[in-house]
């Protein structure tokens, strides 16, 4: 179910049900002359749009105004979008709260770009991460007031964590590839990966009769393919869906 077309009874039947709520976070990135800008948000778009058919969720819309940066090519004449980092934190803290404040308890936040680095986080996805734990530390501070955690009557804290009650796992920032499937597609940038990616779940943003090989980072995209792509995207899926599933 894609968010902005569903009734409110199937907004309450998702909250009751814990329906997974699902966010594609990305950017507007120059890749190359041969691929448009949003492709590490079209590769998540897509393939959240696939799982819709295979499983419950709702679907919100995309965000691509993340910190794309500069340090691929000045955004001039190449089509670059960077929002920083330090304006995202307070957009992520605003729709967190309100999500929370509808009653989902299930978001989940899939994003590819610089996910490379995911273990350590790279601005957009730190942003949004700050802005997941601010927001339910607020949430549960306004629902339960302050001192909740310290109050008797959360004692079964710790118990209720081991069992999966963690309020902090209400809203997850996830990679869009495990680490397991990175090891196996290495992420590039507009190279053999990406390209193949996008020849799978976005054939319409590659062409490669455009392509220019000046920059060493697309040198690679000579060898991309819709196998290869095919390959990596059934992984991804699977994964995605495991994701949610638990």
Partial sequence: MYYEMMFPDQIRDAIKKNTPVVLALGVLEYHGEHMCPGVDTLVVVRAINMLEKEMPMVVLPPFYYGAGSYVVEPPENNG?????????????????????????????????????????????????????????????????????????????????????????????????????????????????QETSLMMAFCPEGVDMKRFSGEKWYVQSAKKASLEYGNKAKELILRDMKKALES
């Fill in 80 to 192: 670059t979008v960077h929002v920083d980092s330090q304006a995202l934190v307070p957009i992520a803290k605003q729709l967190f709260y309100n999500l929370l404040r509808i009653g989902f308890r299930n978001i989940n936040v899939f994003i590819h770009h610089q996910s490379e680095n995911f273990a350590d986080g790279m601005p957009t996805d730190l942003a949004f991460k700050l802005a997941a734990k601010q927001e339910t530390f607020a949430f549960l501070e306004k629902q339960r007031g302050e001192s909740w955690w310290g109050d008797n009557s959360s004692a079964g804290y710790y118990e209720s964590h081991a069992a999966g009650g963690n309020p902090f796992n209400w809203i997850k920032i996830r990679p869009f590839m495990s680490a397991d499937v990175q090891q196996m597609y290495p992420i590039d940038h507009a190279g053999e």
